[in-house]
């Protein structure tokens, strides 16, 4: 039943979309709302545009080499990543289809194609995953399928008349500083909240998972990265606001949605200041989320194995867990109920003179229940900088550099030191030291359409570990947009 009524849900907004395709007085260029400055922005050849489309094709190769580790997925446990050396990558394809639909109205469909191969079947990285375009239900064949299919409705409250310049889900055109923003529909909670000018695309910035958003924010999502939902948004000139609630998956970090919106949820809330120190402008974001969802407690997971191991061990499961064949581990299989996850963080950027911007991002979760969506981090911390080659006489190219640091909460830590595993990590032992990664990268604009990358990075204490590793991973990209 839920499964018609998602259909149902997304087939309404294709339906939409075709309609306005062939109505004829839907098919004209909408005026821009608002004051009358509007008048003036169309008058200088800022008028709407109709439609864009979009196109991006990115390559990832990865690989990292022999590394020292004490032990390996010690007694049938399953999350190492393997010290041997290892070949991974990715390639996506993503064409970004926009249309407006009436005043103030846009409908966006993002079709992805994607393949992959990841280190160790993704295993054995907490925050710190080399590659930020892996998905955990990915495969080498390539796989076709939308990523977003939502609407966006915006209300033009007045103010000064801010340009908006086309470009991948976002039509050109003219916006009210004063303004309400609705978006709803098949997208990423990261597509509206927590974004950052210098880090948070791994196709053109820094590759590694943990500089894509907090490593902690357990946003709702599905295997791929997406959800259903909405997000409101109101912005007052320096000031912006958002809000949002989107679906969880029915098992912690797969594909399946959870249509029961009333029961299971993922809630965020936001708020944003933008300032200028001279004339650099940059922001400050505080962000807050709140999760219901079908999860497991660390400590329950324990208590359960504590008064009965020979029954609740992670290889007697018979419900979901990530395949442990551990009989002397704990596992969330057993303890799975209706739980709350809680997370707030700061969001920093600035530009500075010389073309450089800085970043710092952290964020606190609960620690308690296990990872559900995102990345095995229970805290996490980030900043760096990024400076474009204007100064070398090569506008095009950019080189960043940035640290990443992980961290687990007392209950998570211990959970995995008795055997247990999570989504990504969990050796059969622990030896726990904060995960972090120093990663730097020079971009190079081979032509205006093409972009080449080499990477680096360190990732010491794979996995909150410090039996294993350090592990360095070297990276090239080949990023085509049009």
């Keep these: 039943m839920m499964k018609v009524a ?4 997304r087939l309404s907004l294709f339906l939409a979309i075709v309609c306005v395709f062939a109505h004829p007085a839907l098919a004209q260029p909408a005026a821009v709302a608002g004051n009358a400055g509007s008048e003036e922005v169309r008058a200088e050849g800022a008028s709407e545009e109709r439609f864009n489309a979009w196109f991006q094709a ?3 190769e990865s690989r990292h ?13 399953t999350n190492s990543l393997s010290r041997l050396a290892e070949r991974s990558w990715t390639f996506s394809a993503s064409a970004f289809l926009g249309l407006r639909l009436w005043e103030g109205g846009e409908a966006y469909l993002v079709p ?13 990285l907490g925050g710190a995953i080399q590659n930020g375009e892996l998905e955990k239900s990915g495969m080498a064949q390539p796989t076709l399928y939308h990523s977003r299919a939502f609407i966006r409705q915006t209300w033009n409250l007045g103010g000064s008349i801010d340009r908006v310049d086309s470009g991948p889900m976002q039509l050109a055109g003219g916006v009210d500083s004063r303004r309400i923003v609705l978006s709803a529909g098949n997208m990423a909670v990261i597509d509206v909240f927590d974004k950052n000018s210098y880090a948070g695309d791994t196709r053109a910035q820094f590759l590694n998972m943990g500089f894509l958003t907090h490593a902690a924010y357990d946003f709702a999502a599905d295997a791929r990265g997406y959800s259903d939902g909405i997000a409101v948004e109101y912005y007052d000139g320096p000031w912006a606001l958002r809000g949002g609630r989107f679906l969880t998956p029915r098992q912690p970090n797969q594909l399946r949605l959870n249509y029961q919106i009333g ?32 999860m497991g407690r660390f400590d329950d997971a324990m208590a359960a194995y504590n008064a009965n191991p020979s029954v609740y061990n992670a290889a007697n499961c018979q419900s979901f867990n990530y395949g442990s064949n ?9 303890v799975r109920t209706k739980h709350i996850k809680m997370g707030a963080g700061v969001n920093f950027e600035q530009s500075l003179p010389g073309d450089i911007g800085v970043f710092a991002r952290a964020l606190a979760s609960d620690g308690q229940t296990e990872v559900f969506s995102f990345t095995s981090a229970d805290r996490s911390a980030s900043f760096g900088g990024v ?3 204007t100064a070398w006489g090569r506008a095009q190219d950019a080189v960043g550099i940035g640290y990443q640091m992980s961290f687990l909460s007392g209950s998570h830590a211990a959970y995995l030191r008795s055997g247990g595993i999570d989504g990504f990590v969990g050796d059969g032992a622990l030896k726990y030291s904060p995960e972090t990664v120093a990663e730097i990268y020079y971009s190079w604009g081979v032509t205006r359409n093409i972009w080449l990358t080499a990477d680096f990075q360190h990732i010491a204490n794979p996995g ?10 070297y990276n090239m990209r080949v990023h085509v947009e049009f």
């Design 464 to 473: 909150y570990n410090a039996d294993r590793g350090p592990v360095d991973v």
């Design 263 to 294: 029961q299971f949820y993922g809630d965020q809330l936001e708020l944003e200041h933008r300032h200028m120190v001279r004339e650099w402008p940059g922001k400050v974001k505080l962000l807050a989320y709140r999760n219901h969802e079908q």
């Design 65 to 77: 080499g022999n590394y020292s580790a004490a032990y390996s997925n010690l007694n049938g446990s």
């Design 112 to 124: 992805d194609l994607i393949s992959e191969l990841p280190f160790s079947d993704l295993k054995g």
């Design 326 to 334: 551990n009989a002397s581990a704990p596992d969330m299989c057993w």
């Design 58 to 60: 990115t390559w990832i």
């Design 387 to 389: 400076m474009r080659g």
């Design 6 to 9: 998602r259909n149902v849900i």
